[in-house]
Antibody
Framework: QVQLQESGPGLVKTSQTLSLTCTVSGGSISSGNYYWSWIRQPPGKGLEWIGY???????YYNPSLKSRVTISIDTSKNQFFLRLSSVTAADTAVYYC????????????WGHGTLVTVSS | DIVMTQSPDSLAVSLGERATVNCKSS????????????LAWYQQKPGQPPKLLIY???TRASGVPDRFSGSGSGTDFTLTISSLQAEDVAVYYCQQYYSTDDPTFGQGTKLEIK
């Protein structure tokens, strides 16, 4: 049974870069059958898709965040990563990593999420 | 982008009664080549990640009780809980994946016990 786990700093300073890791266990991230996504949820608010990557390192980003987002993957470590630059308080959120079936973009498996607070 | 609008924002239903959540997309999410609606529903309980309930607008995900059902086509969709149980208290989200490179969620509907 595939499990996803987010990790990274819980506090990031304004204007700096947020960096998170998602570790996938119980299955290979390079199987080619899935997209690997980041999704966020500000406290008390709704869900926002950030972007996803596949095993070949093809990535797709939310147009509203595209200029600040990079998602990468390390198949040897079964991990994928999020970098969000120039953060502000508006980027404070629970960040989830999630899995989608290949060429579809609904999310059938989620990590537990990690809260990242942006503060000066 | 495709805007998803849910109604109501919150609702309270008695145990054992039917609960209905509506979702409207700003453009059709029905793909004509395969006649499938690219619409999913999620349940999120406090402190937990969302859980996939329904995809293809009406296909229940593995392990989802059959009191949950999805219906609709094109731009108008409904999630129905046929007989509300206490464990169904949650926020429910719809999501379109018609735009594979820009999936979007509704704002959520909070379901409580009356």
């Amino acid at each position: 049974q595939v499990q996803l786990q987010e990790s990274g700093p819980g506090l990031v300073k304004t204007s700096q870069t947020l960096s998170l890791t998602c570790t996938v266990s119980g299955g290979s991230i390079s199987s080619g059958n899935y997209y690997w996504s980041w999704i966020r949820q500000p406290p008390g608010k709704g869900l926002e898709w950030i972007g996803y990557i596949d095993y070949s390192e093809s990535s797709y980003y939310n147009p509203s965040l595209k200029s600040r987002v990079t998602i990468s993957i390390d198949t040897s470590k079964n991990q994928f990563f999020l970098r969000l630059s120039s953060v502000t308080a508006a980027d404070t959120a629970v960040y989830y990593c999630a899995r989608s079936p290949w060429e579809l973009a609904y999310f059938d498996n989620w990590g537990h999420g990690t809260l990242v607070t942006v503060s000066s | 982008d495709i805007v998803m609008t849910q109604s109501p924002d919150s609702l309270a239903v008695s145990l054992g009664e039917r609960a209905t959540v509506n979702c409207k997309s700003s453009q059709s999410v029905l793909y004509s080549s395969n006649n499938k609606n690219y619409l999913a529903w999620y349940q999120q309980k406090p402190g937990q990640p969302p859980k996939l309930l329904i995809y293809w607008a009406s296909t229940r995900a593995s392990g989802v009780p059959d009191r949950f059902s999805g219906s609709g086509s094109g731009t108008d969709f409904t999630l129905t809980i046929s007989s509300l149980q206490a464990e169904d208290v949650a926020v429910y989200y719809c999501q379109q994946y018609y735009s594979t490179d820009d999936p979007t969620f509704g704002q959520g509907t909070k379901l409580e016990i009356k």
